[in-house]
């Protein structure tokens, strides 16, 4: 299944932060973090595998709580090149393919 | 740098056409896909291939074949093109494990 993202679409200014979250309803070994700028490619930001670490990418950071089955992206301070649509990916196991979820819309403003 | 490229940015097609997406990459990798992406409904596996001939359906593989003849390239093929599969079409490959993926720059298929 499809996991959730929340919220769907979210305007920030500049130098706000924002939370993106994604959930699953089932058990997960790793969550995948991509960021689609408008009429672009998606681009890797990071991997998170169970065990609940926490990474970071710049002011980009997320975690991942395997007991909840949830990731969350926080992105810190934000600036006008963090626009795009998040989305994040679930895997079941190390095996398995990933599955995307909907995607969140960000539109940082000056 | 990695790159994955596709063969059109655009296309445009007559209904009941066979198409063809044609996708290359370059990092040697072991694994390939097609998603299909429409608004609000993200990034949707149609095909994947994780060796050469060798493919496994992914969540939407109705109307859809694939083939893949060698490493570096991976062809998405609609049959019968119908008016539903107006849509951006994405490839991307990753190494083995499923880790990071590589995304091309996408086609926008229109089907008239």
């Known amino acids: 299944q499809q996991p959730v993202q929340s919220p769907q679409a979210v305007i920030l200014r500049e130098g706000e932060d924002a939370v993106i979250n994604c959930s699953s309803s089932?058990?997960?070994?790793?969550v995948h973090w991509y960021r689609q700028k408008h009429g672009e490619a998606p681009v890797f930001l990071m991997i998170?595998?169970?065990?609940?670490e926490q990474k970071g990418h710049d002011k980009i950071s997320a975690s991942f709580n395997e007991k909840k089955q949830q990731s969350s992206l926080y992105l810190t301070a934000s600036q006008l090149s963090y626009s795009g649509t998040y989305f994040c990916?679930?895997?079941?196991?190390?095996?398995?393919?990933?599955?995307f979820g909907p995607g969140t819309s960000l539109s940082v403003i000056p | 740098d990695v790159k994955v490229t596709q063969s059109s940015r655009y296309l445009v097609k007559r209904t009941g056409e066979k198409v063809f997406l044609e996708c290359v990459q370059d990092?040697?990798?072991?694994?390939m896909f097609w998603y299909r992406q429409d608004p609000g409904l993200g990034l949707r596996l149609i095909y994947f291939?994780?060796?050469?001939?060798?493919?496994e359906k992914g969540d939407i593989p109705e109307g859809y074949s694939v083939s893949r003849e060698k490493k570096e390239r991976f062809s998405l093929i609609l049959e019968s093109a119908s008016t539903n599969q107006t849509s951006m079409y994405l490839c991307?490959?990753?190494?083995?494990?499923?880790?990071?993926?590589?995304f091309g720059q996408g086609t926008r298929l229109t089907v008239v």
């Open positions: 991307a490959s990753s190494p083995g494990g499923y880790t990071e993926a590589f």
């Open positions: 089932k058990a997960l070994y790793s």
């Open positions: 998170l595998l169970k065990g609940g």
């Open positions: 990916g679930t895997k079941k196991t190390s095996y398995d393919k990933v599955i």
């Open positions: 990092m040697d990798h072991e694994n």
């Open positions: 291939s994780y060796d050469v001939k060798m493919k």
